[in-house]
Structures are given as C-alpha cells and as structure tokens.
C-alpha cells in the first residue's frame, strides 16, 4: 500500500526495522519530526488551516490575560523586570492582544521582557509581524533557554499536543498502544507483546477498576514541573488553559484534525494535527509535588467571567457597528458557552504559582477582576478579521 505523506513512509520504515512504536512516539514524529512535522514548517491557523483557537475568536482573550498578568505582576510586588512568556503562540495574537491590555499599566508594560517558545519558523514571521515594535522581543526553541527571573507565562492550547502515552487494559495488566501494520498493510493501533510491569501502582484511583479494553492516558510531568519550578524558585504564576478533563480517568481521547473536522490520526502522518485530551488532576499534582502553590483548575467560560469578559464585550459593543457588535456577541458565546461549538465548559484553565500568591484573579472563587473593564483598550476590529 503507497503511504499516505512523505513522513508514513519514514514510520513504516522504522516499523518494519525496529518494530511497532508506542502511540507517543507516532504522535512526537507527526508533530515535531525534524523535516516533515506538523508544526514545523506550516502556519496551521485560522479559516484557510486547521483549527481556530481563542485567541483568533476574538480579541478580548488575549485583552483579558494580559490584564490577569497585570494583577499576578502586582501580587508579586511589581518586579522591575519581569519574564512575560508564551509557550506556543501561534500567529502572536493573544500576545498582541495582551500588549495591547497591558499598556494601560505602563510601569507593568515597562517591567515586560517577552520571551515566545516557538520551533515554527512560519510562525515566527508571523508574531513578528504582529508584535513589530515590541521591545525586548525574544524567541526560544524551549522554556529552558529563558532566562531565570520573575515569570508570567502563557499556556494557551500547548499541553494537548505533548506526546501522549496510551495504555490499554487486559486480563493479564496494562499494555502499551502502539502503532503497527496490520495484515491489510495499513497503519493501525496494536498492543506491546508484554504487559507494562507494576502498571497497576501509579494508577490514580478512577481508573483502578476500570473494565478490560479501557484505555488510560498519561503524559510524564515533564513540563509543567519545569513550569512550576521556575515559578517556585523566581517568582510568578503560569497560566495553562486548554482542552480535557478535571479528573484523571480512563479513556481515549487521541484525535486528528484538519480543515476544522475531525480525521483519521493514522492517515496522512504530519499533514494533520493529533492531539489528546490535558488531565489537569495530573498537572496539578505535579505542580504540588515541587511544592508549588496550584489555584482551579476552573471552565474556561467561568474563568473568563470572573474576569470581566461580559462587561468587557457590552463596551466594545457600544462602540462597534451592528456587523462588529455582531461578531463581538458572537466570539463571546464561542469563547463561554458549554453547548455544542462553544468552548466555554470543555476547555479549563488553572494557575500555577510561587506560594505567596494565594489568590489569582479569575481562579479563586471571589478574586476582583485584574482591571476595570472600561479602561481597557478599543476594539480592533471583528472577531473574524483575526482569521
């Protein structure tokens, strides 16, 4: 059978060299593979790619993020130099958007030092396009070539692309999912010939009598230990919103997206975006294990409300045409709503902070909103022109 991508017939080679892969490393070639990795060389977003994320719904994501960096900034005691990092930032936009918010705050804005985690050379023409006048403007290929110091970091839609590893249940114990080809000469999902031995122990407890054929997923807590370090030690707080579940559970969640439906994650290798679902119990517990201070997770729609995102919207609107106010009212329901399109419920965001900030604004359940909403900046146009 002819492979589907230039980056199938690098896989099946190694299959038929090494033998079948764990889901993980399928997943890590698909999306970082050095020559024909999803993210490597391709701008994904917006209508003409794959998927749109927040930020690209409507400027008033990025608007309100900056201003909770503003209150974290503040919490800390306003350090004169302050980290202000983005884990994957796309196009720049909610970056942009943020800036942008955190000009009504010139001291804050002055402390600002921005450091963009991005592998995409695309993408970064694109921020740099969009962020053109920023001063002290740095990109990385990794947190860990930030520079120590106070920290605010940006996780929007990045812990779901992390390799994921699948385990599936048998009578005989817990088996890792790999990536084989089957008699038909097809990629398909397949099983290790040996169970994972003592499996069973790290389980967390929904899942320990989970039924034969149950699939687990797990993610080592590589990254955000290296989140909750830095802001243990250097001060500050990491904010991760992204899609998943509060409570660490059985099922399969590894998905393929293109052209903003779903797709086959076993076609098309590197020409598609695969993706699974973030556990926040997970990330939370790895945050607390270094014995950093954790705060949510919350819903994405109620964290936003918290900030002030509706009264936020009803300024812009005053202000906007009919068609504007349209795509305003809009973008405000895609980003809170929980039913079907909306965002609002499936994705969470949770805090990870020094332990002096007890409370961060949007994640406790009474903090006041980082800023008055009609201080903030002007609309920037409709919630589709950021397409």
Partial sequence: MLPSSPLEAEIRRLIKSTGPMPV?????????????????????LGREGDFITAPEVSQMFGELLGLWAASVWKAMGAPGTVRLIELGPGRGTLMMDALRAIRIVPPFYAACHVHLVEINAALRERQGSALEGVKNLHWHNSIDEVPEGPSIIFANEYFDVLPVHQMVRKETGWYERVVEIDRTDRLAFG???????????LLPPLV??????????????????????????????????????????????????ARHSFADPLKNAGQVDVTAHVDFQALAHAAEDLGARVHGPVEQGTFLRRLGIETRALTLMAKASPQVSEDIANGLQRLTDAGHGGMGSLFKAIGISHPALTEIAGLSDHPAPPAPAASAPPAQGSASDAD
């Avoid at 999306?31 to 994904?44: F, K, M, N, T, W």
């Avoid at 099983?191 to 994972?196: F, I, L, N, R, S």
């Avoid at 039924?211 to 802001?231: D, Q, S």
């Fill in 24 to 44: 993980w490393r399928y997943m890590e070639l698909c999306l970082s593979h050095r020559e024909y990795g999803y993210y490597i060389a391709r701008d994904p």
């Fill in 191 to 201: 099983t290790a010939a040996e169970p994972t031995p003592q499996f069973e122990v």
């Fill in 208 to 257: 320990r009598a989970a039924p034969v054929g149950a699939v687990f997923e797990w993610r080592p807590p590589t990254e955000a230990m290296k989140l909750a370090n830095r802001v243990k030690t250097s001060g500050g707080a990491a904010l991760i919103i992204d899609y998943g579940h509060l409570r660490s559970d059985a099922g399969d969640t590894f998905q393929a997206i």
